[in-house]
T-cell receptor, first 116, second 114 residues
Framework: AQKITQTQPGMFVQEKEAVTLDCTYDTSDQSYGLFWYKQPSSGEMIFLIYQGSYDEQNATEGRYSLNFQKARKSANLVISASQLGDSAMYFCAMREINQAGTALIFGKGTTLSVSS | GAGVSQTPSNKVTEKGKYVELRCDPISGHTALYWYRQSLGQGPEFLIYFQGTGAADDSGLPNDRFFAVRPEGSVSTLKIQRTERGDSAVYLC????????????FGPGTRLTVL
């Protein structure tokens, strides 16, 4: 069963605007972590932000914030004041903390294009 | 400090050949992960090491794939009798310890099987 769903193959935004990238997840565990990674055309995976399932506050890191709605099992990434350098592929990922293997489970990604 | 490094950055081989892909994690990171990313997809988990031992190899697609980490640092992913379907970017990541939040990724090895 697919555990991370990113329904937006591509998103387009103008510089300085905010954009929301959607992510829904599926797990029966109570303890898990949610991640967002950025992958530019160079191919490296860059960690952006992390939200633990027990965190009461939404995570924020500079221009990135995570809109965590536990009951809806959604973990949308909000990028404020978009910049041209934000153009990249964005992946939502989950780790089920109590499993023996702590690998990340990734969604299919969303391509973000920022125009001037 | 140095990040995760992977060699080679690109590997082109012929169907049926054997290949080795190397990952050098961040110094002191005990957890090491291999992922495979096909075109247009997110990375898919292959195998996870905690120290020298493979703690979870449930993602390896078949017995042609094998990985080792003999000294708990550098890891080698080995693929026997390569097939065209093995063509992908192979990503390695490390984290400070098991269950630690952030995994740091290397730049990947792009494998092309002709």
């Amino acid at each position: 069963a697919q555990k991370i769903t990113q329904t937006q193959p591509g998103m387009f935004v103008q510089e300085k605007e905010a954009v929301t990238l959607d992510c829904t997840y599926d797990t029966s565990d109570q303890s898990y972590g949610l991640f967002w990674y950025k992958q530019p055309s160079s191919g490296e995976m860059i960690f952006l932000i992390y939200q633990g399932s027990y965190d009461e506050q939404n995570a924020t890191e500079g221009r990135y914030s995570l809109n965590f709605q536990k009951a809806r099992k959604s973990a949308n990434l909000v990028i404020s004041a978009s910049q041209l350098g934000d153009s990249a592929m964005y992946f939502c990922a989950m780790r089920e903390i109590n499993q023996a293997g702590t690998a990340l489970i990734f969604g299919k990604g969303t391509t973000l294009s920022v125009s001037s | 400090g140095a990040g995760v490094s992977q060699t080679p950055s690109n590997k082109v081989t012929e169907k049926g050949k054997y290949v080795e892909l190397r990952c050098d994690p961040i110094s002191g990171h005990t957890a090491l992960y291999w992922y495979r990313q096909s075109l247009g997809q997110g990375p898919e988990f292959l195998i996870y090491f905690q120290g020298t031992g493979a703690a979870d190899d449930s993602g390896l697609p078949n017995d042609r794939f094998f990985a080792v980490r003999p000294e708990g640092s550098v890891s080698t992913l080995k693929i026997q009798r390569t097939e065209r379907g093995d063509s992908a970017v192979y990503l390695c990541a490390s984290s400070l310890r098991q269950g630690d939040g952030e995994q740091f990724f290397g730049p990947g090895t792009r494998l092309t099987v002709l």
